[in-house]
């Protein structure tokens, strides 16, 4: 259990897009939860991954986090090698249960463990909806989500917070104006 809360503006999205918003604004200045194994620590118990919070995790949990956001941000040919890399690290080993066919991650070092979950469920991700994988619209935001709205059109990462903000701004102007 960490001794720290999770201080992010925004989590319980899918696993990989919430090791990217382990960077966010606050007030102008780049925060960075995984700046420590404390901050991983937090993040693993958000997510509830059961790996040990080591410098080895977190070294790999920054690359993968690195290799996700040039995949969402960037170009996703040029990112696929840094996630293969990620992904090179486990595989998926198939298996029969009581309720029928499942899947079973394995890791040679379980340090690879939470960068590898991250990664792989980008791929799902992909799979599913790509084009529901979306950066906050507001300029000074650089949290991602998944858009799970009926209709597909979700902009902000939190009405609450960004949303609001770009309608007061452009509420401000309107009034500046008249």
């Known amino acids: 259990m960490p001794t720290t809360a999770d201080p992010r503006p925004l989590t319980g999205e899918p696993v990989s897009l919430d090791l990217l918003n382990t960077r966010w604004n606050r007030e102008g200045v780049t925060q960075d939860l995984l700046t420590d194994t404390e901050g991983l620590t937090v993040w693993l118990a958000t997510n509830g991954l059961d790996f040990p919070a080591d410098d080895a995790a977190l070294l790999h949990a920054r690359e993968a986090r690195d290799a996700l956001r040039s995949a969402v941000d960037g170009?996703?040919?040029?990112?696929?090698?840094?996630?293969?890399?990620?992904?090179?690290?486990?595989?998926?080993?198939?298996?029969?249960?009581?309720?029928?066919?499942?899947?079973?991650?394995?890791?040679?070092?379980?340090?690879?463990?939470?960068?590898?979950?991250?990664?792989?469920?980008?791929?799902?991700?992909?799979?599913?909806?790509?084009?529901?994988?979306?950066?906050?619209?507001?300029?000074?935001?650089?949290?991602?989500?998944?858009?799970?709205?009926?209709?597909?059109?979700?902009?902000?990462?939190?009405?609450a917070a960004c949303g609001n903000r770009a309608k007061a701004s452009r509420h401000y102007a309107r009034t500046r104006e008249a």
């Open 75 to 159: 170009n996703l040919e040029e990112a696929a090698a840094r996630i293969d890399a990620v992904l090179a690290h486990g595989r998926v080993r198939l298996t029969l249960t009581g309720r029928g066919p499942g899947e079973e991650a394995e890791f040679a070092d379980p340090s690879w463990g939470p960068a590898w979950l991250a990664a792989r469920d980008y791929l799902g991700l992909l799979a599913t909806a790509p084009d529901r994988i979306r950066r906050c619209a507001h300029d000074a935001c650089i949290l991602h989500f998944f858009d799970t709205s009926r209709n597909g059109t979700r902009r902000w990462c939190s009405m």
